[in-house]
T-cell receptor, first 113, second 114 residues
Framework: NAGVTQTPKFQVLKTGQSMTLQCAQD?????MSWYRQDPGMGLRLIHY???????DQGEVPNGYNVSRSTTEDFPLRLLSAAPSQTSVYFC????????????FGDGTRLSIL | AQSVTQLGSHVSVSEGALVLLRCNYSSSVPPYLFWYVQYPNQGLQLLLK??????LVKGINGFEAEFKKSETSFHLTKPSAHMSDAAEYFCAVSAVYNFNKFYFGSGTKLNVKP
């Protein structure tokens, strides 16, 4: 059982480049989300989705785009990378319903030069 | 809006000592509450979650947490620390009216001394 799979695990970009972080889950979870983790700031929600075709903004959405065409996949796009987007990015999924915990991927470590 | 405060970004205990990691939330209505653990270079794993069935919640690896509505707290404890408990711990709440939207505290790194 793979759970939540994130690719790539590491990436270095130059300022202004674009890229897509991939996230896939095989648990048929309706809810998926993207977080960034920075030292001393915990996890901050970037975007989330409550089902295929439905997305919404979290706390820190600027500079990121998402789409949800299938239940399994929830890619995160950086449109024009900036050094401030250097971070560790986590994808998570959970089933719909109250009090359901999230299942996390292992993260993508992204450096913007 | 929901928010979570974790007091102490770093906590150091001796092996065998009590572990106490603090979490306070702000919400006019008790939210759903969770504790997660993160080992180096890994994602977050669920330790325990609060359900309205009981104020004292038992989780994995001997951890437990007590929900105190009057203090808006959900502190994590373990009677006797083990070296393998060294990790970063996050308290999280889910929004009452959008329970699939989570808010995380800033985390507490637990160091266990031999």
């Amino acid at each position: 059982n793979a759970g939540v799979t994130q690719t790539p695990k590491f990436q270095v970009l130059k300022t202004g480049q674009s890229m897509t972080l991939q996230c896939a889950q095989d648990m048929n979870h309706e809810y998926m989300s993207w977080y960034r983790q920075d030292p001393g700031m915990g996890l901050r929600l970037i975007h989330y989705s409550v089902g295929a075709g439905i997305t919404d903004q979290g706390e820190v959405p600027n500079g990121y785009n998402v789409s949800r065409s299938t239940t399994e996949d929830f890619p995160l796009r950086l449109l024009s990378a900036a050094p401030s987007q250097t971070s560790v990015y986590f994808c998570a999924s959970s089933p719909q319903g109250s009090n359901q915990p999230q299942h996390f991927g292992d993260g993508t470590r992204l450096s913007i030069l | 809006a929901q928010s979570v405060t974790q007091l102490g970004s770093h906590v150091s205990v001796s092996e065998g000592a009590l572990v106490l990691l603090r979490c306070n939330y702000s919400s006019s209505v008790p939210p759903y509450l969770f504790w997660y653990v993160q080992y180096p270079n890994q994602g977050l794993q669920l330790l325990l979650k609060y359900t309205s069935a009981a104020t004292l919640v038992k989780g994995i690896n001997g951890f437990e947490a007590e929900f105190k509505k009057s203090e808006t707290s959900f502190h994590l404890t373990k009677p006797s620390a083990h070296m393998s408990d060294a990790a970063e711990y996050f308290c999280a709440v889910s929004a009452v009216y959008n329970f699939n939207k989570f808010y995380f505290g800033s985390g507490t790194k637990l160091n266990v001394k031999p």
